[in-house]
């Protein structure tokens, strides 16, 4: 079976980071996010990216809805702070990537086996 892998070089593997570190906890501001990240990087010896990469990164996969605006707060100095959580969108595909289809599909019931294909039909990816 072919693993379809929607992120790619380097921004694919910020990408990754970005959703380990919002996986271990949320929701979390940009900075926390580069501060987790910088740690996971210097665990695996890897160079940790700066901070306006992840900055946009983040703001990038909010645009196309891989992460989600959880709250803002409002610093002392009148300056909004945005605090991001994963979408349901990667946390499903998180749980796909690590399910075995055929044991799924042999645990379905008929009425969710349905309901499933009512939800594929409507994005129209089921003829």
């Not at 890897?46 to 306006?52: I, N, R, V």
């Not at 992840?54 to 702070?81: C, D, H, I, M, P």
């Not at 979408?87 to 499933?116: C, G, M, P, Q, Y």
């Amino acid at each position: 079976m072919v693993k379809i892998k929607p992120f790619t070089g380097k921004a694919g593997r910020l990408t990754l980071l970005i959703f380990e570190a919002l996986d271990a906890e949320s929701p979390l501001n940009p900075y926390k996010i580069w501060r987790r990240i910088s740690i996971l990087c210097k665990k695996r010896g890897l160079t940790a990216p700066y901070l306006h990469m992840v900055t946009r990164r983040v703001r990038y996969l909010a645009t196309k809805g891989y992460l989600k605006l959880s709250y803002t707060e409002r610093k002392e100095s009148g300056q909004e702070v945005k605090f991001y959580e994963l979408s349901t969108k990667v946390r499903l595909a998180k749980w796909l990537e690590e399910t075995d289809l055929e044991n799924f599909v042999a645990s379905v019931t008929e009425a969710d086996a349905i309901s499933i294909l009512r939800a594929l039909k409507k994005e129209g990816n089921v003829p």
